[in-house]
């Protein structure tokens, strides 16, 4: 092979490699996004179900949301960049929510963290 189809060759390859790796990263972009936006959902209702059935138990209302910090730090750990901060933020909304008013005032707020972890994945 001559000097210059060599370098050909090699430019067509680097500008291949390159478009599989842009195209797995947002692939796996894609994939984290979801596979988090599930866990968050489901870490969210069971926190829901925790929160009603502890009415008449204040102290199980603080556990439950330290149960759902806990998890949601979990979660975050195993992702990087804006996603895992959005996480973050959404675990220390949880870490706030101790008792009956904090709770609803932390209810506000969790829609704004959804919304942070759904830019993160846009």
Do not use: Y
Not at 11 to 27: D, K
Not at 44 to 61: C, G, H, K, V, Y
Not at 63 to 78: H, I, M, N, Q, R
């Amino acid at each position: 092979m001559t000097s210059s189809r060599r370098r050909i060759t090699m430019t067509i390859a680097a500008l291949a490699l390159a478009g599989f790796a842009t195209a797995c990263g947002g692939v796996d972009k894609a994939v984290n996004c979801t596979s988090a936006s599930q866990e968050v959902t489901k870490i969210s209702n069971e926190f829901t179900q925790a929160m009603t059935s502890a009415a008449a138990d204040p102290s199980a209302l603080s556990k439950a949301a330290d149960e759902a910090a806990g998890k949601v730090k979990t979660l975050a750990g195993k992702h990087d960049g804006e996603l895992a901060a959005a996480l973050n933020d959404l675990a220390s909304g949880f870490e706030g929510m101790k008792d009956p008013s904090s709770a609803m005032a932390g209810a506000n707020k969790i829609q704004g963290f959804i919304t942070k972890i759904q830019s993160a994945c846009s």
